[in-house]
């Protein structure tokens, strides 16, 4: 049987305030948010004088504390061959949209769900198909998971960026 990852958890042990984080541990959110799989923890310390040993003790800490819950990969599902890269948009009841939210990751099809906080329209689902019928099969299972379909927009590009609040590379840092 096939996991999934599931980013929203139950809170880690300790939990940070953001006036916790300090200008290095910013710098390494920065730069592990732009391009993580080839920001080392070297590369960082060179950015920020620091040694390579305190951004691992640094990241270790962002983990643990689960600031940092994840690393995830970034398909381009066209260029993988599949051209029908959706975004279901969806009501879900209030009381059970948490856990239909979960559910909703059991679909196959499914790569990501984000939960909306108010209003109609509070699941975002987004989802692979492989062709027309499969894309039809998957809107059936969410709408048998108690969802209402509002829209399905075919996803052309998705652009990411950096968080600015954590760009603090070319600041004085001030390592533990």
């Known amino acids: 049987m096939e996991t999934t990852k599931v980013l929203a958890t139950a809170p880690a042990v300790a939990v940070m305030e953001p006036e916790d984080l300090?200008?290095?541990?910013?710098?390494?959110?920065?730069?592990?948010?732009?391009?993580?799989?080839?920001?080392?923890?070297?590369?960082?310390?060179?950015?920020?004088?620091?040694?390579?040993?305190?951004?691992?003790?640094?990241?270790?800490?962002?983990?643990?504390?689960?600031?940092?819950?994840?690393?995830?990969?970034?398909?381009?599902?066209?260029?993988?061959?599949?051209?029908?890269?959706?975004?279901?948009?969806?009501?879900?009841?209030?009381?059970?949209?948490?856990?239909i939210a979960r559910d909703v990751l059991d679909v196959p099809g499914v790569v990501a769900v984000q939960e909306i906080m108010t209003g109609d329209q509070n699941l975002h689902v987004e989802?692979?198909?492989?062709?027309?019928?499969?894309?039809?099969?998957?809107?059936?299972?969410?709408?048998?998971?108690g969802l209402e379909i509002n829209d399905e927009d075919l996803i052309r590009n998705e652009y990411v960026n950096p968080f600015h609040q954590f760009d603090r590379c070319d600041q004085e840092t001030t390592p533990e």
């Open 22 to 99: 300090d200008d290095l541990d910013r710098c390494i959110l920065h730069s592990l948010q732009g391009e993580a799989r080839s920001m080392s923890a070297s590369t960082i310390a060179d950015r920020v004088d620091v040694s390579a040993r305190t951004v691992r003790n640094r990241i270790a800490r962002l983990e643990e504390t689960g600031v940092i819950r994840g690393y995830q990969l970034d398909v381009d599902y066209e260029q993988a061959g599949y051209q029908l890269h959706t975004m279901v948009i969806c009501t879900a009841p209030i009381s059970d949209r948490e856990q």
């Open 127 to 145: 989802v692979v198909g492989t062709d027309g019928d499969d894309l039809s099969r998957i809107t059936r299972d969410l709408n048998d998971l």
